[in-house]
Each structure stands twice: as C-alpha cells, then as structure tokens.
C-alpha cells in the first residue's frame, strides 16, 4: 500500500471510527496488512482483501481468548457490514472502534446484532436456546439434559421480555441491559475483557511492525 | 521487644507518634529487665554486642557533660561507614550498638532507668533502626522470622548470621518482657479452651520418650470436644471446668489434673475422675508443672538455653523449630493479650448475636423454591449462565427476610462466596450486588464471615475494577457491624486498603467527569466500610497508622453529603482517641465539621455536631469553633426538637464549648439557654444529659442565672434531682449548684427543698455524684437565708458529711471539705460536727500532694478553728506541721488558705512552737510581701502571734 494511500485511508477512518486517533487507526492498519499477509494464507483468494472467516475467528481467538465458534461466526458476521463474507480494512478498523471502545449503547446494538442469529430483528426462544445450550454442566441423572437449558431460557426470557411476546425485541435486551449493565453479555461472551483491550495496540513482533 | 513495648507497656496517650512511658510499676519493670538484658548481653555475646546498628538510636540524654567529658563525643570505634558508633552533640546521642548503648547505661548511674525510658520513648520501633524496617514490629502477625528464614536460606554472610542471633536474643527479650508483664495483669486472666489447648498442644511437641523431653507423656482423658472447646461434661462445665488431663512427669507419679477457668489445679483423678480439688489453683499447666516436676524445669530450661548455643551450627532443621517454638509461644501470649484488651477497650454497643431459629419445614415460601431452582444455575452452569440466574435472583425482594434466609438455607451462599474468589468479574460483581443487599440481615453477616467471605472481599480490595472494588468495601461496610467481623477485616490487611480506597485526587472539583464520579464513588464505599470498622478501638488506631487521617480531612472538604456522611461518622467515631481529637484540630477539620452543621442533611448534622463533642473537651478546639463561627448554627440546631439524636449530639456540643467563657457569651447572644431550658422536658436521657451540662456551663456568666430562672428552668432542674442516671444526676447537681449562686434562685431552690435533694445525693454509691452533689451545696449554703436552720433540720445530714471525709477519692475529699468550710460558719452547726469528730478526720487527710484538696482542706480547718478547744485538738492530731508545707506550693490559693489556716491555729502557743520549728517564719516574711491582701494579713497576724508568744516566754524568763 502506498504512502498516500494509506494517508488517505487514516484521514477517512479518522472520522468514521471515532474512538480511535489517527496513530491508532494507522497503527490498526498495519495489523491489518499484516495479520493479511500472513504466510500460508496468501493463496486465499482474500489475500489483500481482507479476513475470511477462518481468519477471523483465529486473530479472535489467539487476540482476545475467544472460544466460542458459534459466536465467533456472529462477531465476524456483525463485522462484516457489506455481507461479501469478508472483512474489509475497513469494516475492520470501523468493527473494533466499537468492540474495543464503544460506547454502552453502540455495545448494547452490537451485542443484540450479535445474538440475533437469523438477523430478524429478535432474539427468539430457539436462538436463546442454541446459544445457551452448553451452559451447564451435564449431569448424567436427569433424563432430559435439554430441560435445564429450556428453564434457563424461561428465566432469561422473564427477566428481559418486557412486552411478553415472547422473544426479545431490541427495546426489550436495550432496557434490560441499562437495568443491569452484567446482561450486555447475557447470551455469551462476544466482547473483550477488559485487560485485552490495551493489548492490541502493543503488536507482537510476529506481526512485523 | 517490639510486641512487649507496643502492648505491655503503658503509654500515655499524647498526640501521633510520640507518647511517654508512665510511670508504672509495670513500665518500671519493663525498664529493668531491658537494662538488664544489655548488661548481659556485652557480657555473653560479645560479638552480638558489637553489631553496628542500620541506623543509630537517637535521644535527648539528661546526663551532664562530665560523663562524657567534653560537649562534644566521638567513640574511637567506628562502622563500616565510618560512622562513629557514639555521637553525642548538645544534648543528643545517637549510639549504634549494644556496647556503646550498655557502656553509656552504666555511666549514667543513678539516672540508667531515666535514660533508657528517654531512648525508648523517642525510638517507638527501636528493632526498625537496629536491624532494619523489614523488621519493624506489626500489629497481627509478626513476619521478621520468615524475613529471617528466607534470607538463611538464600546467603550465608555471617551479617545475616549475626542478625539472626541479634534476633533471637531479642525475642527472648520479648518474650520474657511478655511474660513480667503477663504476671501483672494475670490476676485479670481467665483461662479459656483456646488457650488451655494451645499449651498442651506445645508441651505435647516436648513431650515422649527419652531423657530430654519436658514429659513422659500428656493426655486429655476425653477425645470428645464439645463444640465451645471444652471436654468437661456439661455438667461440670457449669462449674467452669474446660477439660481433665493425665500427665506423666519423669520423676513423679502421673498427675490428674482440671484445668478451669479459674486456673488449674490437682483433682482426686486415678481410674476415674473425682472433681474434688486436691492443690493450690495456679494460672497455667506451665506454671503447675514447675511447681510439681523438677526434672520438667529443668529440662524446660534446656530447650531453651540449648537454643543460643545450637545457632552456632548451620542453620538446621532444629534451629529452624526453634524459632518456631518462640513464634509460637509468643503468638499465644499474643492471643491472651489480644483477649484481654480487646474486651475491655471494645465498650461499644455491638448488635446482638443472632440466635437461630426455629423454622418448621411445613409452609416453606414459595420465594424458597424460585431460589433453590436459582441456585442450580449458580452451582452447575458457566459464566453466562450464572450471570442470568445472579441478575434472575436480584428480582426477589432481597430486603425480605424470607428471601434472604432462603438463600442461606438451599446453600446459595456458599456459592456466591464461591463465585468471589474466581477471575470472573462479572460473577464478582453480580455476586456482590447480592451479598450487598442480603447482608443487611444480621444472621447473614454472620454467616458470611464464618464462611470466610470478609477475607475475599478483602482481596477484592486490590483488583483493578473500579466498581468491584466499590462493591466489595460497601458489603464490608454491612458486614463489620460486629466485633469478630471487625477485627477479621484487620487481621487481613483490610483496613489499609479501604483506606487506600480513599487515595485518589478529585476531592474539591464540583463539575465531575466521569472518571472523577468513579473515584468519589469508591472513596464513599472505602468511608462507609471505615465507618463500620472504626467501632473497635484497634481499627481506630490501624486507620491511623495507614494514613487515613488526612484522607478523610481531605474528603470532608468536598461538598457531597453521600459521602461527607460516612467521613464525617468515621471521625465521629474515632474522635473517642485522643490522637484523633489532635488531628482533627490540627488539620484544620474543625472548620470544615462547623460548614457542615449548615447542611440540610441532619445526619450530616449529626456527625459534626457529635464530633465536636468528643473534641471540644481541648480548649484550642472550642476557640476554633467559635472562630470558624460554629456556635450560631448549633444553637439554631436547638430548635429542632424531632430528631433527638440530633439534639443529643446538638447539646453535648453546646456544652463542651460552653466550656469557655468566651464561648457562653457568644450562646447567650444566641439566645442558646432559652432554648436549651425548653429542652429540660419531655426529652430522653442522653439529651437530657447534655442539656443540662450546657446550662451547668452557661451559668458561668451570671446572667445566665437569671435567665433559666426567668424562663422556668429552676424547678424543671430541682426535679430532675430526683432521678437515677448518674452522669444526668452529676450534671443537674452542677446546674443547681450554679443557678444557687444568685439569691433570687436560692429562694426557690429552697422553697422545693432542693438543698434537702442534693444532700440525700451524698448518699449516692457513685464518687462523681458524691463530689458534685457536696460542690452543689456551698453555694446553697452560703446564699440561703437562715442557712444554719435549714442544715440542721436534716435529721442526720450534719454526721453523714462529716463521715464522707474518709472516702477514698480526692475530689469528694476537696468537695466535702468545701461543704464542711462552708457549714462551720455557723456556730451551732459547727459544734455538732466537731462532736461527730470532724477535726481528727481533717487532720487525717492533712498529708496531701493534691493543691485542690490543700486548699479547701486549709480553708475547713481555718473554719474548724472557731470552735471551743479544736485549735488544740488539730496540734494535737499532728495537722500543722503539714500545712506548714502548703506554703511551698505553687498554688497562690493554696497559700491564701494556709495563711489563714495557720494564722487561726497560732492562737494556741503549741501550735506556735509546732509552726516554729518547721521554719514557717522564714515563708511567712515572704508572704507578708505579697499583693493579696487577705494573705498579707493573715501572715502577718500569724507571725504576730508567734513573735508575742517569744515575748512572753523572755518575759517570763528574764522577769
């Protein structure tokens, strides 16, 4: 990428990713390009381009301690505005800006795009169910390892359904969540801890900087 | 020795930092033994001896120059630094070794005892300086011996060798200074199951086969222990016995023995137990055994010379025990001290300890089953499920009673403590928000701390979340409402860091960014727990030494009332220290409490009001209050009569500062006793109390005086004579006697037959109100009218004050003689108190040192004089040569009394030669020079006297 290139790029990611500096987004940038380049991933037909999914979930992983596949697909799935299944430096430095720094209600409709899994507009019974289904520890004795689940879905779902549709609008997870600021992350983790968030900006040498 | 002198000895209290040794038996003993031990030491540890300190021990020596020989000293020997071992410049030393320190004791001489209190007076730590300040003596747990095992294990430089035997030595030092001290204050001392099984368990370490052990064995004849400790059937627990033991002596038949609470002693033992008492009861099975078992002393003794010779060795397994037997016998006299002192210090109120209760299985709520399902996911699920099941279950009502034992009772609590001790933050926080609210109830504050929680949140303290943290100190603060919570939060460094809690720097800014909002928010959860925590006496003094005293003067100058509240309660509370009461004078919080009397907040209110109470008692501090304007808005604090309180705190303020003179002006302009005299009705105790100690102090000024008669308070104040509280009826009896000063109020005072009240005071088993009662009664009796009549109508009155002249206490000595100066103006009455002997008891009480007493003493007997032969009879009881002595007081009032004392004694020509022949003429000529008329003239009358009697007798002689 070129001097004036990338000078541009900053100067427009500046504006749009507000709650980075311009040192930041560049230095965002230049992870990008070298997360990109990685040797081994450069046959990917993304190369340059941007991360593919594999990709993705790897830096969430090895960069945040992520676990979680199901929402690991959901975090690239909500980072990837254009839905080409591929992020973009763009959509890359624009998604972090809001998973590193956003504010508690950026964080509150990213988390609520996050559990919605059919990107309906609500978080249903079934979705709730798939994201909770390994929550508890299985205990042999009880004949139906599935109703524990259900009762924990019953109980979420009482606590945050305010309107009794049941399912959760976004006004219903929106007004749980600023009751209860712990139910951001009610449905699985999907942001960082707080002790990742200063760790991004301090690049192993592995990534070339 | 730190532990000896930080607990055994008695310090004055004085400002921070510095105090001084009283002069106590018990310090005086503390004193010889340490003297003692660095005599010895330069003579058995030379090479200990000659150690060079880390820093030298520095201290205003008494001791002239001829000492030393010169103004300024150097010893010939030097450190390693080339620092000379022996400074002495003016009147400082600074010495850096047990040679030098013991060279010095023995040339002080005579003044060896003064020398080392002045060292340690002005060395608080002195192991800090001698070895280092990793050394330093800490409250709880003493951690020097592990310093000293890691640093053998790591180097072998024989410094480090030297350290650990200087170490040693001094811990034996302790131990022994521990031990005296223990023997003063053991006749305090009972003996508890702890402490009975803290001994066996270390005599069983020396006990077994073979010719070295302290026993042959030691057994407890009973393996059950009853949860309280004891192994005493229950029936025989009554009687106060803890447990039996069976022990085997080397040289003696196997001993039965009780130990009780009483101490322990022999019992009639053998196949089966007899509770008969068979020996003398000694305070432990140590000190039993000494008694019985000679081999046992003996080889007691060696465990412990053997110690010092073995460190020659490498450091070995065996030197390693040792040190731990030191530790150990040290922790447990630790743990007597701390029982002895925590109860007679912790006088504060403290809940009560819940009692469990019954609660039938039958109608459980059916909140009970919500939690129990709730609690499935807190036990069996990840962190996202347990954070929906803690948000889940903060939707039960958790102030209910029902909900809160729910939780305890299906096991959750457990869980939730659990949950704290994880790395999960928001199981932390959810956990916490829980804790937060259920732990108003008293059996789970409780149960939290047996549980072990206070120790987590403790920890909490340190993590980097703000709003953890916040959470963790406002649980602690429901938690340490009670004493053993209290001290747990101690005991694990808590203190320090609630106080650290405090330490940020947004005080004073009144627009708050958010950042500024976190750190207020955190430094009102770190007060609120330090309020909790400074109801024990040992957390006042732990707050001060982390330094919280400049935090929460900091903080009291912000403008928040959610958090000026729990600041200014903790001061409030801690003002009961006098360190405290210094501090807040000199760190100018007075100021600040006064602004905030105008809060709208009366709890607020409270605090500074009731802090300005516990401080006024200085003098500095009163000024200061009136100068920083605070007297106006207490006294329009009068007026609200709802919250009393408020009004307590209120009134004991007022009366503190009414103290001063200045101060009662400034009320009156107030218009203060009027309103304070509406408070003498329909008010409870405590109000009542300070309410009335107010007007005692208003009447200073006499129009004062007419001011409470005008507005009815005269008979309101003679009723409450009447009542049982002592410290009200101390403060009526000040009142009454005040308000008697003036004619008008006498009249009424004596139409109640308020005099005959006061004078049934006198009867009261309490001295305060003995003392105040007698003062209360000059008054009257001077400004009645027909004052004699009315003494003499109470049947018996005259001999009851006259036998009051054998108490014990100087101020119902003082007071009584006042009464009786008082009585003896009428002549009649003073015949009937001579008949009931009143002269000899005023002899008797001549030989006194108390100024107070000389002179109201002085001023009876002068009043006694006027009365048939009684000038012969106090020659006779021997009371002139002592009052001779008065006259070298410094007291001018003392020798104004004397004077005249003395000068109505001379009319009889033994007492003459008496006052001759202890020098009285040479006092006398000085006081003839002096500007007091009334001393003038009685000296010069008694030396009239003296010079017609020598005229006499020449006549007599030369004719």
Redesign the interface.
């Known amino acids: 990428m070129s001097r004036r290139k990338l000078q541009q790029l900053v100067e427009s990611l500046g504006r749009s990713a507000k709650h980075f500096n311009k040192s930041e987004v560049e230095c965002l940038i230049k992870l990008f390009n070298a997360l990109v380049k990685r040797p081994g991933q450069s046959n990917s037909r993304f190369a340059g381009v941007g991360f593919d999914r594999n990709m993705f979930r790897d830096t969430l992983h090895s960069a945040f301690g992520m676990t979680d596949v199901m929402l690991m697909d959901r975090v690239f799935r909500t980072f990837d505005r254009d839905n080409d299944s591929c992020i973009s430096v763009v959509e890359w430095v624009e998604g972090l800006s809001v998973f590193l720094r956003g504010t508690l209600e950026e964080r509150i409709k990213y988390c609520f795009e996050v559990y919605d899994l059919n990107g309906d507009g609500y978080i249903s019974r079934e979705e709730m169910f798939q994201m909770l289904k390994n929550s508890l520890l299985k205990q042999p004795s009880e004949e139906d390892p599935d109703e524990g689940i259900k009762d924990l879905v019953d109980i979420a779902l009482k606590k945050m359904d305010y309107d009794h549709d049941g399912k959760l609008s976004f006004m219903d997870f929106e007004k749980a969540v600023r009751d209860e600021n712990l139910l951001l992350e009610a449905f699985g983790p999907c942001l960082p801890d707080l002790k990742w968030q200063t760790m991004v900006f301090q690049p192993a040498p592995s990534a070339g900087l | 020795m730190g532990a000896a002198l930080s607990r055994a000895a008695q310090w004055t209290a004085a400002g921070s930092g510095t105090g001084t040794l009283e002069t106590t038996s018990l310090n005086e003993s503390v004193l010889n033994e340490i003297i003692k031990f660095l005599e010895d030491v330069c003579t058995t540890h030379p090479q200990e001896a000659a150690f060079i300190f880390r820093e030298p021990l520095e201290w205003e020596t008494e001791l002239s120059c001829s000492v030393f020989g010169e103004e300024t000293v150097q010893s010939e020997a030097k450190g390693k630094d080339g620092q000379p071992v022996l400074l002495r410049t003016a009147s400082t030393v600074r010495v850096r070794s047990f040679d030098q320190l013991s060279h010095l004791l023995q040339n002080a001489m005579e003044k060896k005892s003064k020398e080392a209190q002045a060292c340690l007076e002005a060395n608080r730590d002195p192991i800090v300086k001698i070895l280092g300040p990793e050394y330093g003596t800490v409250e709880g747990e003493d951690l020097s011996m592990l310093h000293l095992l890691d640093k053998v294990k790591k180097d072998d430089d024989p410094e480090t060798e030297t350290i650990r035997r200087i170490i040693l030595l001094l811990h034996q030092l302790d131990l022994q200074l521990l031990n005296s001290s223990l023997k003063h204050i053991s006749q305090d001392i009972r003996l508890n199951p702890a402490a009975v099984n803290n001994e066996v368990n270390l005599l069983k370490n020396f006990s077994g086969k073979g010719e070295d052990t302290v026993l042959e064995s030691l057994e407890y004849t009973s393996d059950y222990m009853f949860s309280n400790g004891c192994r005493a059937p229950p029936w025989r627990q009554a009687h106060g016995e803890i447990c039996y033991l069976v022990i085997k002596p080397h040289d003696t038949d196997p001993l039965y023995i009780t130990c009780s609470t009483a101490g322990v002693f022999l019992n009639g033992g053998k196949d089966d137990i007899d509770y008969e008492r068979k020996s003398d009861v000694y305070k432990d099975i140590v000190t039993f055994l000494r008694e019985r078992s000679p081999k046992f002393v003996e080889n007691m003794a060696k465990q412990v010379s053997g110690q010092s010779q073995n460190l020659h060795e490498t450091p070995t397994e065996k030197n390693i025990l040792v040190i731990f037997i030191i530790e150990f016998s040290y922790r447990t006299l630790n743990c007597r001290f701390e029982d002895i002192s925590e109860s007679s210090s912790e006088t504060e109120e403290d809940e009560e300890q819940p009692i469990r209760r019954q609660e039938g299985n039958t109608d459980l709520p059916s909140e009970y089953w919500g939690i129990q ?2 609690a ?2 807190l036990k ?6 347990t ?6 279950m ?2 039960f009502n958790l102030a209910q009673e029902t909900c809160q034992l729910a939780i305890r009772d299906v096991g959750c609590l457990e869980v939730l403590i659990n949950l704290l001790d994880t790395e999960e ?2 199981c932390q ?2 956990s916490l928000k829980i804790l937060k609210e259920i732990s108003q109830n008293t059996l789970i504050r409780h149960a939290i701390a047996d549980l072990g929680g206070l120790e987590i949140m403790v920890k909490i303290l340190d993590s ?2 703000k709003d953890l943290k916040c959470l963790a100190a406002e649980t602690i603060a429901n938690v340490a409402r009670f004493k053993e919570a209290r001290r747990t939060v101690r005991q694990h460094g808590g203190i320090k860091r609630l106080v650290g809690l405090l330490g940020c720097n947004s005080v004073g800014s009144s627009s708050l960014t958010s950042y500024q909002a976190k750190d207020t928010e955190m430094a009102r959860c770190g007060a609120l727990a330090l309020w909790s925590c400074s109801k024990s006496t040992k957390n006042k003094e732990a707050i001060r030494k982390a330094g919280g005293i400049p935090l929460l003067a900091k903080w009291l100058k912000c403008s928040h009332a959610n958090i000026l509240t729990p600041v200014a309660g903790t001061l409030q509370e801690c003002a009961s220290e006098p360190s405290y009461r210094l501090a807040i004078r000199t760190e100018g919080m007075i100021e600040n409490l006064v602004k905030n009397l105008s809060s709208e907040h009366e709890e607020l209110q409270m605090h500074c009001a009731n802090a300005i109470f516990k401080c006024a008692e200085d003098k500095e501090t009163r000024d200061l209050v009136r100068q920083h304007g605070g007297l106006a808005p207490l006294s329009v604090l009068l007026g609200n009569s709802e919250n009393k309180q408020l009004l307590a705190a209120v009134t004991g303020a007022i009366w503190k500062c009414a103290i001063s003179r200045e101060n009662v002006s400034k009320f009156r302009e107030c218009k203060a006793v009027e309103a304070l005299v509406g408070l003498l009705t329909d008010q409870p105790e405590e109000v009542l109390v300070n309410t009335v100690g107010a007007l005692g102090e208003c009447c200073q000024e006499p129009i004062n005086r007419t001011t409470i008669r005008k507005c009815g308070g005269i008979p309101t104040l003679v009723k409450l004579l009447t009542g049982t509280d002592q410290a009200l009826l101390v403060n009526v009896t000040k009142a009454v006697g005040a308000c008697a000063a003036e004619r008008e109020n006498m009249t009424i005072i004596d139409r109640l037959d308020g005099v005959r009240l006061l004078w049934s005071l006198l009867k009261n088993p309490n001295p305060d109100v003995q003392a105040s009662a007698a003062w209360a009664i000059c008054p009257c009796i001077e400004n009645a009218k027909d004052a004699g009549e009315m003494v003499r109508s109470f049947v018996g009155g005259l001999e009851l004050i006259v036998n009051l002249l054998k108490s014990k206490n100087k101020e119902v000595l003082a007071s009584v003689c006042a009464a009786i100066t008082n009585i003896a103006k009428d002549e009649e009455n003073l015949a009937v108190i001579t008949d009931h002997g009143v002269v000899p008891l005023l002899s008797k009480l001549a030989n006194t040192n108390n100024d107070k007493l000389r002179r109201h003493l002085a001023e009876a007997i002068s009043n006694c004089c006027m009365w048939g032969s009684n000038r012969v009879t106090f020659g006779e009881t021997k009371a002139v040569a002592p009052l001779v002595r008065y006259l070298k007081s410094n007291d001018p009032s003392v020798h104004r009394a004397t004077a005249q004392a003395l000068y109505q004694l001379s009319e009889d020509p033994n007492n003459c030669i008496t006052m001759h022949e202890n020098g009285v003429v040479k006092l006398l000529l000085a006081m003839v020079g002096s500007t007091d008329e009334t001393l003038q003239e009685a000296a010069a009358g008694c030396i009239a006297n003296i010079r017609r009697l020598a005229l006499a007798t020449e006549k007599a002689k030369y004719g």
Request: contains cysteine.
């Open positions: 399902k709730l499935k996911y069996g699920g990840n962190p996202t499920a954070v929906i099941a803690l948000c889940s903060r939707d933050i928001k926080i959810g980097p979340d």
